[in-house]
């Protein structure tokens, strides 16, 4: 089996050496890139990069701003890395189309074990294929069509929306949803919850409203 490719972007060498390091070890192929210029010209020039670690301040082009010209033709998983630990910062992140938002310092390997997680949910079978009211969840092909109709996902919102028809008519916890989509370690609170679900029935339409609230505890999704 190919060894995965991970893009590592951040202006400072000692950060990128420390995660590529854990990274090989882990058996991953790594580049590197000092900047958002150059992580977009690697990305261009690279067509099998399996998920990007992003830093947020960089010169020339931050991480927002890569972020979004990434966003402008691929769905492929960003790990965002920050200095700040800002809620604002963080739904901002979540708009451009970040799956994990990391605030520095960070254990790497715990940096590591969300790669993993990320990429182990990206990776499909043929038969992975839910169907529930006319919506169509294609997890090999990374997909979501309602009524025939292929709807515009973020990673994580696709990750959601696959959790709650795996789990429909169950009435599913803001802590379960975090632990399960967010992965065990992911230090987050229910607003994150609330602004992906929000955003998930906005593009689902009139089937969002399959997505019920359960006041006081999470979700559940019932037809």
């Not at 965002?80 to 960070?106: C, H, N, Q």
Request: aromatic residues 8%; without cysteine; charged residues 35%.
């Amino acid at each position: 089996m190919d060894r995965q490719k991970i893009l590592v972007v951040d202006d400072e060498e000692r950060m990128r050496k420390l995660v590529r390091d854990f990274l090989v070890r882990d058996g991953f192929d790594v580049l590197e890139a000092g900047d958002g210029e150059e992580a977009l010209e690697l990305f261009d020039k690279q067509e099998d990069i399996s998920l990007i670690i992003l830093d947020v301040m960089m010169p020339k082009l931050d991480g927002w701003e890569t972020a979004k010209e990434i966003r402008r033709d691929s769905k492929v998983p960003i790990i965002m890395l920050t200095a700040k630990s800002d809620e604002s910062d963080e739904l901002r992140g979540f708009d451009v189309g970040i799956d994990e938002y990391v605030t520095k310092p960070f254990s790497p390997r715990t940096l590591v074990a969300r790669v993993e997680a990320i990429l182990r949910r990206t990776v499909g079978t043929p038969e992975d294929r839910i169907e529930i009211a006319g919506i169509v969840v294609d997890k090999a092909a990374h997909t979501v069509t309602i009524d025939g109709q292929q709807i515009d996902l973020s990673f994580k919102e696709f990750e959601l929306l696959t959790y709650f028809m795996e789990n429909k008519g169950l009435a599913l916890s803001r802590e379960k949803i975090l632990s399960s989509v967010w992965n065990y370690d992911y230090y987050g609170d229910a607003r994150t919850i609330d602004t992906h679900v929000k955003k998930l029935r906005s593009k689902m339409g009139e089937k969002g409203d399959l997505i019920k609230t359960i006041w006081g505890m999470g979700y559940k999704f019932e037809v």
